[in-house]
């Protein structure tokens, strides 16, 4: 039996009928597709349900991905565990070059933890705190009065030009304390992509377990920056040294001075004032 947990609110509420499209991938095989919203308890889903030979897929975005690993911290797998991207993003599933359902028990064991506001969670992509946190936060504010598609880029944009104001910062890396005045972003990162296709840390892999790395693009105004920011998708940001700098450690610690919103794998946290990120 294949099991797949959808989230219908994925791929701009397409995730259901998106997710549908595993039936032609399994053609010969018995799927059944529960919305994984209303999995209240994940102890009785595995032990009670899910046999050893039986698989599940997880079918959403980056968002659902990180609810899933985070709400199942403590469980041991006792089946194959599958990723179906079907978001609006699949940073993912970009980082490891794959849009089809494929194992994810790999990808999903040892990941690193953030603390934020004294909770902890594991994530798999990225830490967005700056412009892409605020991002999100008018991101899930749209989509609460509408269906229509997000575009963050349009966001990001109107944000850079007349509503977020760049903050100071001190981030600290292993220890070493450093500070930048106009801060803009200060994403740390486990894989490479975040926000559907920026490379804030193009050096950075998920497959390295030792380092994350946290960018900085600060120092500059509105225009230069709009300028620069649009090279982020390339990972291309990086060349501008004078705005942008990339540090990489086990652990890093970033505070603003003024509450920003925060985004882990796409789901947001408001009113953050700094956060700690490690490795496992």
């Known amino acids: 039996m294949i ?14 009928e998106k997710s549908k499209g595993l039936e032609s991938i399994y053609k010969d095989q018995k799927l059944e597709f529960l919305n994984i919203a209303e999995i209240s308890d994940y102890n009785t889903f595995f032990n009670e349900k899910i046999k050893e030979d039986d698989s599940v897929i997880i079918a959403g ?8 690993i985070n709400n199942t911290e403590s469980i041991s797998y006792p089946c194959t565990i599958l990723y179906y991207p079907v978001g609006s993003g699949n940073d993912f599933a970009r980082d490891v070059e794959n849009d089809k359902p494929f194992p994810v028990n790999e990808y999903i064991e040892n990941l690193p933890i953030v603390e934020v506001k004294g909770k902890k969670y594991r994530f798999i ?8 946190g605020y991002c999100c936060e008018v991101g899930d504010a749209l989509r609460g009065k509408s269906e229509k598609p997000i575009n963050y880029t349009s966001i990001a944009i109107k944000g850079l030009l007349f509503h977020y104001k760049p903050t100071k910062a001190t981030i600290t ?3 070493v304390k450093h500070s930048y005045e106009k801060v803009w972003l200060a994403p740390t990162m486990h894989g490479r992509f975040y926000g559907g296709g920026m490379i804030p840390t193009p050096g950075q892999s998920r497959e390295d377990n030792e380092k994350l790395s946290v960018m900085v693009m600060y120092g500059k105004g509105k225009i230069k920056t709009l300028m620069v920011f649009p090279s982020i998708f390339k990972g291309e940001h990086v060349k501008h040294k004078e705005m942008v700098e990339v540090l990489s450690g086990k652990e890093i610690k970033v505070e603003f001075d003024k509450p920003t919103a925060l985004q882990i794998d796409g789901e947001t946290i408001l009113g953050v004032t700094s956060y700690t990120a490690t490795v496992a």
């Not at 219908?8 to 995730?15: D, I, K, L, R």
């Not at 975005?61 to 899933?68: A, E």
């Not at 992509?125 to 892409?132: A, C, E, K, L, Q």
């Open 61 to 68: 975005g980056d968002g659902t991905l990180n609810r899933f």
């Open 173 to 175: 890396v292993d220890g």
């Open 3 to 16: 099991y797949v947990l959808y989230n219908p609110q994925a791929g701009n509420n397409q995730g259901f």
């Open 125 to 132: 992509n990225g830490v967005g705190y700056g412009i892409d």
